[in-house]
Nanobody
Framework: VQLQASGGGLVQAGGSLRLSCAASGRTSSSAVVGWFRQVPGKERELVAAITSSGVRKSYADSVKGRFSISRDNAKNTVYLHMNTLKPEDTAVYSC????????????????????WGQGTQVTVSS
């Protein structure tokens, strides 16, 4: 599976962005996908994850109510909708995938994932 993340940019606090993670590969629709973010000097953290079926979603406490994750398996794309952005959301955001057999499997740790895309920078100005 190959992943391509896009959609980052510079936005003012309170604004919105939508990140996209486009996947290629025949089994990409059978993958749980997660969005992670990292800032220099800090560990990479899970922002949101979605099961292969889309029925289950997980969010970091810091983004609950502001971010939402969705997927369009027909387009092999997972989206991260980010609203009410804060300066502390500034980070490099990366998507990751793990091929699974269960439509309910959720992966919340970076080590759980097998495939990673390149990061996209999100900068939120105050």
């Amino acid at each position: 599976v190959q992943l391509q993340a896009s959609g980052g940019g510079l936005v003012q606090a309170g604004g919105s962005l939508r990140l996209s993670c486009a996947a290629s590969g025949r089994t990409s629709s059978s993958a749980v996908v997660g969005w992670f973010r990292q800032v220099p000097g800090k560990e990479r953290e899970l922002v949101a994850a979605i099961t292969s079926s889309g029925v289950r979603k997980s969010y970091a406490d810091s983004v609950k109510g502001r971010f939402s994750i969705s997927r369009d398996n027909a387009k092999n794309t997972v989206y991260l909708h980010m609203n009410t952005l804060k300066p502390e959301d500034t980070a490099v955001y990366s998507c990751a995938a793990k091929i699974v057999t269960s439509v309910y499997y959720t992966a919340t740790k970076a080590d759980d994932y097998d495939y990673w895309g390149q990061g996209t920078q999100v900068t939120v100005s105050s």
